[in-house]
């Protein structure tokens, strides 16, 4: 009897074990978190409309801020587009901030809903600031009424308020899209493969909430309504903090592991002291003795045989063996293997992530010399114009019907042809495609160029139409980037998640950001540079003030060629990546096959 009522017990120890999550989040308690009370598409669902709405504020703000500086605060063209760069730049540094604090202090529900007030706060200053004291006299701001002039005091409230939209923001975007992720646990394959799905949801969500900005909000503030698009997008951002509260006690949550810089460095500093001892092959290295994995729920990561240098920290020598005994052990002398290959998860993401940075340059264009190029063409259609910016809303319905074509159709088709594991292309195969369509579409804009040139009236003096070429031959262009983004930065977000560590995983996620953030940078350089050379000998250049002067034709076809040498770079290193082994979840997988390209 007292057996069988042993045995009760243990299969009821059982099924609660079951029940609970296997890669170590809790709920709002602390407590080991429930699959059936946290988590899952519920709280997915809530995520992704919470970025939705968020995106929808971020790009009422920056859609048209160029234009706000320029019609409303009296900037010139240079100086504003130089503002936006650097507040654009701004956003994405603070993603690492929001990244580091997360992972380090304050967890990824924290971090969310302190800057999501943060975001918040900014934009209510922001709307009060133009309402009452930018747009002066009522009614200016348009095409045809700028503003008159403003005080130091009004000038230093407005910068204050657009950075506290971008602390806000940066620090919220990592954070958010890995919170998302963390309501899916890796260990559970029917869990871990809606984890996959909600990468793409993700971006569908945001791209939608840009969307409604560029069009509706954008068609406000370019008509002067800049009071009311600043409303809206502050009314947006405190229903996505009010609905991303309201799923407090829904969300699973990982617990923050400490400042990482502390962890990096000891490997090195124990690696540097040990330079001239020799490990053998087979060594027992230091595993910590279980201590470490179990901080924090936190994963034990498998030994790999990449940078052999840094395996010097947790091997044992006879220091640490008489340290040992004496029960201590100095963390600047010797490290656990899995501290050690925190530190080789980072080293091999790096060269992939080097290799994104190209694309983002490319994605950039979007933003800037598209739009040049469209205005220079016909843009209207009977007595209607169309805004040469609003042409992205092609960019974003690519996005979604290429979501829905890559997880419905491609996915499956491409999973049938492999048998192997059942898994269609893989993050590193996904994203070497994304570079393939890049290509295509800097292609695709060069020949249009051509034929824009073709059909320009070269001795314009207002040249904005100036081409008989209607805009909407711009369509593939927007349409090619809109694919490529579904392939590069949907598998970017996955695969940054899934191969950062368990301690690391909003830096993954803020490495995606950094990506575009130098993207902008480099793109500007590239210009600069252009420029400079085109320009000797008194030539107009290739991006001239007049387009139908230059040739920027061969501006695409430069970004073309880089992108394609960028390729070559990223299937080499693609190629040598070795994905990382996680206890219990990696045995048996061969890396090729997991990772291959």
């Given amino acids: 009897m007292a057996c069988l009522e042993m045995c009760k017990e243990q299969r009821k120890f059982k099924d609660e074990q079951e029940e609970c999550t296997q890669d170590g989040t809790v709920d709002w308690r602390g407590q080991p978190a429930i699959k059936a009370k946290t988590g899952q598409w519920v709280a997915g669902i809530i995520i992704l409309l919470n970025q939705g709405l968020a995106t929808l504020a971020f790009f009422g703000i920056g859609v048209n801020l160029v234009l706000f500086l320029?019609?409303?605060?009296?900037?010139?063209?240079?100086?504003?587009?130089?503002?936006?760069?650097?507040?654009?730049?701004?956003?994405?540094?603070?993603?690492?901030v929001g990244a580091f604090v997360s992972d380090s202090y304050w967890g990824r529900y924290k971090t969310c809903a302190i800057f999501q007030v943060i975001f918040v706060i900014g934009l209510m200053l922001l709307s009060l600031s133009s309402y009452l004291f930018l747009i002066r006299p009522k009614g200016c701001g348009n095409q045809l009424s700028p503003c008159g002039s403003h005080s130091s005091l009004e000038m230093g409230?407005?910068?204050?308020?657009?950075?506290?939209?971008?602390?806000?923001?940066?620090?919220?975007?990592?954070?958010?899209?890995?919170?998302?992720?963390?309501?899916?646990?890796?260990?559970?394959?029917?869990?871990?493969?809606?984890?996959v799905t909600f990468f793409s949801y993700f971006y569908l969500a945001l791209n939608l909430g840009s969307l409604f900005s560029n069009t509706i909000l954008g068609y406000f503030e370019d008509e002067g309504m800049w009071a009311l698009g600043f409303w809206a997008s502050t009314a947006s951002a405190l229903a996505a903090l009010v609905l991303f509260l309201a799923g407090t006690t829904r969300y699973r949550r990982c617990k923050p592991s400490g400042n990482p810089l502390p962890r990096f460095s000891q490997v090195i500093v124990a690696a540097t002291k040990k330079w001239r001892v020799d490990v053998p092959p087979e060594a027992d290295l230091y595993d910590g003795g279980g201590e470490d994995c179990s901080i924090n729920g936190s994963r034990k990561i498998l030994h790999t045989d990449e940078f052999n240098f840094l395996d010097k920290a947790a091997y044992v020598t006879t220091d640490d063996l008489k340290d040992q005994k004496q029960g201590m052990r100095n963390p600047w002398r010797l490290c656990p293997?899995?501290?050690?290959?925190?530190?080789?998860?980072?080293?091999?993401?790096?060269?992939?992530?080097?290799?994104?940075?190209?694309?983002?340059?490319?994605?950039?264009?979007?933003?800037s010399i598209f739009v040049e190029q469209g205005a220079a063409?016909?843009?209207?259609?009977?007595?209607?114009?169309?805004?040469?910016?609003?042409?992205?809303?092609?960019?974003?319905?690519?996005?979604?019907?290429?979501?829905?074509?890559?997880?419905?159709?491609?996915?499956?088709?491409?999973?049938?042809?492999?048998?192997?594991?059942?898994k269609g292309f893989t993050e590193l195969q996904r994203m070497g495609v994304g570079l393939v369509i890049a290509i295509m579409a800097m292609v695709a804009a060069g020949i249009v160029e051509c034929y824009r040139l073709k059909y320009a009236d070269t001795n314009c003096f207002h040249c904005e139409g100036s081409s008989s070429l209607?805009?909407?031959?711009?369509?593939?262009?927007?349409?090619?980037?809109g694919a490529s983004e579904v392939f590069m930065y949907v598998s970017q977000?996955?695969?940054?998640?899934?191969?950062?560590p368990d301690r690391l995983k909003s830096f993954g996620s803020a490495l995606c950001m950094t990506s575009i953030s130098l993207g902008n940078y480099v793109s500007d350089l590239l210009v600069s540079m252009v420029m400079k050379i085109s320009t000797v000998d008194h030539m107009p250049g290739w991006i001239p003030g007049n387009l139908n002067k230059g040739h920027l034709d061969r501006f695409y076809f430069l970004l073309a060629g880089l992108t394609i040498l960028d390729l070559i770079v990223y299937v080499t290193c693609a190629r040598w990546y070795k994905c990382i082994k996680l206890e219990g979840k990696d045995a048996g997988i061969n890396d090729q096959d997991q990772y291959g390209v």
């Avoid at 320029?70 to 730049?89: F, I, Y």
């Avoid at 602390?167 to 809606?194: C, M, R």
């Avoid at 790096?350 to 290799?355: D, E, G, M, Q």
Wanted: glycine share 4%.
């Fill in 70 to 96: 320029t019609r409303v605060l009296q900037q010139n063209n240079a100086d504003a587009a130089n503002n936006v760069s650097k507040w654009t730049g701004t956003v994405y540094i603070f993603s690492l």
């Fill in 157 to 195: 409230l407005f910068y204050f308020s657009i950075y506290l939209v971008a602390l806000g923001n940066g620090g919220y975007q990592p954070n958010i899209a890995t919170l998302g992720a963390d309501q899916f646990d890796e260990e559970d394959p029917k869990e871990s493969h809606s984890k």
């Fill in 337 to 367: 293997v899995t501290q050690v290959e925190e530190v080789k998860c980072i080293l091999r993401l790096l060269p992939i992530w080097l290799c994104t940075i190209i694309y983002s340059v490319v994605y950039t264009q979007m933003a």
């Fill in 377 to 422: 063409m016909k843009t209207t259609i009977s007595k209607f114009r169309i805004p040469a910016a609003s042409m992205s809303a092609f960019d974003i319905l690519s996005v979604a019907l290429f979501i829905f074509l890559y997880r419905r159709v491609l996915d499956p088709v491409v999973s049938r042809i492999k048998k192997k594991d059942n």
């Fill in 470 to 481: 209607s805009i909407f031959w711009q369509v593939p262009q927007y349409a090619l980037i």
């Fill in 493 to 500: 977000l996955e695969f940054f998640n899934a191969q950062a």
